[in-house]
């Protein structure tokens, strides 16, 4: 049987990694995220700063247009990567690194554009997880020691990078429904509530139980 694999987007505040590591601890699968980044310098041999870099910005280059449509064909790349270190180029390269990942192993993958990169594989399971706007602010404010106002100006900030990144290279929308199998609010069931019912959902949509 194919390895399934998860993708979980999620908005900055929502406890989208917390709960994506405790799906992955429960089920003893990896989860995948920013690692990636070592991964594909490792795999490339480039600079993971220009990874990082292009991470945070996007650039309208002559590959823009054909990137819409590779994802359907990075699983039948031979190892071909543009001469030139464009951020197009360098997302290329990390998208093999997801697709031989989700092809070779159960695992969950956190952003990385890995909804759309991977809508083709034959058993994934796409998952987009918000929280209240209060809920947000009140996690992020803790976690990096914020005043209220910071943390939402953090949030603002980031959302709309990981929006910008995920339109310009992928064909749907990011935090747009009907690009993902499923979306929640974490706010309703707080953190460990909806790791469970996430857990328990994804079990019966991979047929884990028996």
Known sequence: MEPYVITIGRELGSGGKIIGSRIAEA??????DRRLI???AQESGFNQELF???DERTSHGMMSAMLK???????NIGGFYDSSISNESLFKIQSEIIWQKAKNENCIIVGRCADYILRKHPRHLNIFIRANMEDRIKLVRDREILSAEEARVLIETEDKKRSEYHDFYCETNWGDSRAYDLCVNSSLLGIDGTAEFLLEYIK????LEN
């Open 27 to 32: 089920l003893n699968i990896p989860i995948y």
């Open 38 to 40: 070592k991964m594909a």
């Open 204 to 207: 019966k949509y991979f047929n």
């Open 52 to 54: 990082r870099e292009a």
């Open 69 to 75: 449509t590779v994802a359907s064909t990075f699983s």
